[in-house]
Structure formats: C-alpha cells, structure tokens
C-alpha cells in the first residue's frame, strides 16, 4: 500500500466481541419482550439455548433479572417468565436545558418513582451549574436504594463517548465541560450523557410513541429545532454525532443566517424564537405561540399566513427526512406542538401528499408519547442499556460508591444503602 494512503479495512471479530454481539441482542430482545421465556427468548434471537442460559445466568447474578410465573393456566407446570428486576436499584434520568433542569427517578425497569424540576439558566460559572445539577439529584435519591447509575441529555453539540458538553449555542459559555466524570466524582457512579433530541429519541423509543418500532426520527420544536435518529433501536450518530440533525438542513438557500454558519436552516424558520420573531415584524400582537395560534383561529389573516409559513417549511423538511432516512415513524414534540394542535395532522397531510406513493401510506407523523418527560426518561434507558451492557463495571462502581456514601455520611452527601 502507498504511503499516505489509508484504506478502511473490516476487521474479523475475536471471541470477546461475539459474545459482547450476543449479549446485546439478549439486551435488546428482553426491552422489548420482557417478561418473557428462557425458550422464547431464543427463538426470539436466533441464539442456542446454552448461549441463552449462559447470558441470563450472567445478568441474574448482578440481581439485574428475576424470574416471575407465567398467568398461563396450562396444564403441567406453568413456565416461568424473565423480567427485569424492579427491585434492583435506582437509576436517575436529567434533561438540562438552557430553562430548567428536570429529573426523573425511575427503578430498574424504568418505572417513574418520582419526579422533580427547577429552573435553570446556565452561566459561565460552570462550578454553580453544577452545584444546581447535583442538588436536583440529591433531593431526588431515595436514601434506602441503591443509586445505579445516572444518564443526562444537554443540548448538543456532544461527545457522548468521552462525557463531554462541547460548546452548546446559548449554554452560558459551556466549554469542553466533562459532566459525567464530574457527576461520577460527586455521586460515585456511572454516568451517562447524550444530546438532549438524541436522548429523547431513545425515551420515545422505548418507553413513548415508537415503543414498536425499530426506525423512529424525532424531532423537537422549541427554541431550537433538534432532533435524533433511531436505526436497529440504536441512535445513529454519524461520524461526527450529527446524524439526523434536521433542524440544520438547508430549506431556504437565501434565508436567515443561523448560528451554524448557515442560511436558511429549518431552525430558523420553524423554531419558537424565529416565528415570535416574525409575528412581531409583521405586527401580530402575540406573546407566544398558542396565542399567535388564538389570534389564527380567531380569522387574523396575518396570524393565520405565519403558521401557513412554518407548515409549509416543515412539510418540506420532513419530506427530505422520509426520503433520506425512510423511518417507520417520526415524533415531533416540543413546545409549539403543545401549542399549535392542528399541527400534527396538517403536516402529516402535507408530507404524505409528496412522498414517493407507497411510502405515503406507511409513513406515520405522530405526537410525542411522552411530551417534556422525553428527554429525562431517555436518559434513564440510556442509564439502563449501559449498565445491562457492562454490568461487572457498572455494578462495581455502586459497591464502591456505597461504601464512600456510608463514610461520608454526615457531610451533606446522600447515603446509599447497599442491599
């Protein structure tokens, strides 16, 4: 080979890597089917039922599995079924926005045992952003369950594999901050971090609108429009982690410049601050977009020719969404889908109108399941993957986190219980 030339070569997989293959299909297979049969899961994945024993067998000694009796009434013995272990732990799911933090604490199977939120304004001072962080997890923990791990979606952009908040638009100079190992120092357990749309995607994945489905798109429509990418139940991030962002497709080549250095991104058409700002240009006395939406039901043609506007730039990114991606379902959520109600049906009529005819009769454009909760309780099932993923690792740091919990009891840190 010439020298200074590179040729991507697939690599072979050596024995570690197929069992790790395998233990994610497993993975995957009890999300989606748990409660479910030691039989039926192999069938379920192709896999032996040695291979099936073993895998179980694995996540049943870290107490993260627990058999449960079948309620079939058939003759013989009834079967016994694999679930999740609710019992287990704590996991704590965060959204922090540029307007609040929320939090979610939910047990091992993703069930919400409590919920809490604040507002928040990020500033240059990342030491008091976290300080607030912190606090909101330490108000959620129940003192009596073991913290298991914690997962927080920011806005992008990300890296999510190194932990860190890069440089977010309007984040109050957040640089390079490394939130997970900083929250991993505080808490002693493992943390998790992803794109606030990317997370939510996974929330409606697997616990919202597209809890059936293997290819969703979600879409945020707030004061930014962001979005994620669900591929094989697996976020699809590209080689940078900026797969799927729609909101900075091109709509209108000579349109309004964006912070990406763009003109005429959906984001600056179809966001919150970029319609309000146009109401007020043209004179339309709103303050939000459910009372611009008021004034367009009212018969105020202004109002009415705005949302038009936004309907029509985001039926066309939408289109060029199916094209490219040809999901099985794509969820908007956010705040102007709260308040515009018309908006889900109208577009969806428009995007089926000009996409490729068969797809037009599958497509499905749906609310989100889960509304401003996405976000949070995606990072409590990327909490959740992880640990099922590496439990030796993952379980390892809350036997250690317990112990350092226990000693420094008294100095504001909570208290965790190991069971």
Not at 73 to 100: A, D, Y
Not at 101 to 129: K, N, Y
Request: charged share 20%; hydrophobic share 40%.
């Amino acid at each position: 080979m010439k020298e200074g030339r590179s040729r991507s070569i697939r690599q072979g997989r050596n024995l570690p890597e197929v069992r790790a293959d395998n233990l994610s299909v497993v993975i995957e297979a009890l999300q989606k089917l748990q409660p479910i049969a030691r039989s039926a899961l192999a069938e379920a994945t192709g896999l032996t039922a040695a291979t099936i024993t073993h895998m179980v067998n694995e996540l049943e000694a870290f107490d993260l599995l627990v058999e449960v009796p079948s309620n079939e009434r058939n003759v013989g013995r009834r079967p016994t079924l694999l679930s999740f272990n609710r019992k287990r732990g704590q996991l704590i799911g965060l959204e922090i926005s540029r307007t609040r933090i929320l939090a979610i604490r939910s047990d091992f199977s993703g069930q919400i045992l409590a919920r809490h939120e604040e507002p928040f304004q990020p500033t240059a001072q990342v030491a008091e952003g976290l300080a607030a962080v912190s606090g909101v997890i330490r108000r959620l923990i129940d003192p009596s369950l073991p913290l298991l791990g914690i997962g927080v979606g920011v806005p992008g952009p990300v890296n999510s594999t190194q932990g860190t908040v890069i440089e977010p638009p309007n984040f109050g100079g957040w640089r390079n901050v490394p939130l997970t190992a900083l929250l991993r120092e505080r808490f002693g357990v493992p943390c998790w971090l992803d794109d606030d749309a990317k997370a939510a995607a996974y929330g409606e994945r697997w616990f919202g609108a597209g809890r059936h489905e293997e290819t969703l798109l979600y879409i945020s429509l707030r004061s930014g429009v962001g979005s994620g990418l669900i591929v094989g139940d697996r976020v699809y991030r590209g080689a940078h982690e900026l797969a799927g962002e729609i909101g900075h497709t091109t709509i209108h080549v000579d349109g309004p410049l964006c912070e990406c250095g763009n003109r005429g991104c959906l984001e600056t058409l179809v966001s919150v601050p970029a319609i309000m700002q146009e109401a007020r240009r043209l004179g339309v006395e709103a303050h939000s977009p459910a009372e611009l939406h008021r004034r367009a039901v009212s018969g105020d043609l202004v109002a009415g020719n705005i949302k038009d506007r936004v309907y029509l730039y985001l039926g066309a990114a939408l289109v060029n969404a199916v094209n490219h991606y040809d999901p099985a379902v794509i969820v908007l959520g956010g705040q102007l889908v709260r308040s515009w109600p018309d908006l889900i049906g109208t577009v969806a009529q428009r995007v089926k109108g000009r996409s490729f005819g068969y797809l037009s009769k599958d497509i499905r454009i749906v609310e989100s399941a889960l509304d401003s909760d996405a976000a949070a309780l995606g990072a409590v099932a990327i909490a959740r993957h992880n640990i099922l993923q590496n439990p030796a690792a993952a379980l390892q740091a809350t036997e250690v986190q317990a112990v350092r919990a226990a000693e420094v009891q008294g100095s504001g840190t909570v208290k965790h219980l190991h069971t």
